[in-house]
Each structure stands twice: as structure tokens, then as C-alpha cells.
């Protein structure tokens, strides 16, 4: 059973930067994929990253020029680093692995 657990959301000022973590445990599969979502109040689950199992990287575009997505095997951890934060980022920030998922970490951008 593969689980998922988020680290480093937080509390930070307009034009900050959070690091969030994505740590997976469990049998993880060849050609993984492993994706950033994210939930704002009364919002859809939105898209924000996705890095794949041979390097290949999608951004949404509220992600692209800000936030960068990477990944450590050895400690099969993700990692989303966030920077120039915007109130807008505000939500619940989910990991995905294929079709597992994190229980989700809060960020919160104060204006």
C-alpha cells in the first residue's frame, strides 16, 4: 500500500517562498508519476505540477515561472518549491502518486 504524506505548508507574506515535501512510501511502480494539486475554498481541485519517471515536467499556469517541481528517489520524496506567493495560492496542497493521493498540507498567503 503506497502512502503519501505532505510537509511544509504553512503561514507566509505575499512575495514569500514555502518549500513543500512529498514523502512516498510503499511499492511505487516503474513509470510513476507524481503530481502537486491544489484546493481552494469552494474551488475545484486544480492542477499545479507533475514530474514523471523519466524527467519529463508539466506545469499548470498558475505554477509556470514561479513554482518548481523535483524529486529525490533515493528518499522518494517530491518536493515543490514556491516562491513569489501570491494570496491567490492560498488553498490545500495535495500530492498525488499515479492514483494515490496525500492527505494534503495548507498554505496560506497573507496580502
Known amino acids: 500500500q503506497v502512502q503519501l504524506v505532505e510537509s511544509g505548508g504553512g503561514l507566509v507574506q505575499t512575495g514569500g517562498s514555502l518549500r513543500l515535501s512529498c514523502a512516498a512510501s510503499g511499492p511505487t511502480s516503474a513509470t510513476y508519476v507524481m503530481s502537486w494539486f491544489r484546493q481552494a475554498p469552494g474551488k475545484e481541485r486544480e492542477f499545479v505540477a507533475q514530474i514523471r519517471w523519466n524527467n519529463v515536467i508539466f506545469y499548470g499556469d498558475s505554477a509556470k515561472g514561479r513554482f518548481t517541481i523535483s524529486r529525490d528517489n533515493a528518499k522518494k520524496t517530491m518536493y515543490l518549491q514556491m516562491n513569489s506567493l501570491k494570496p491567490e495560492d492560498t488553498a490545500v496542497y495535495y500530492c498525488?502518486?499515479?492514483?494515490?493521493w496525500g492527505q494534503g498540507t495548507q498554505v496560506t498567503v497573507s496580502s
Open positions: 498525488k502518486l499515479d492514483s494515490y
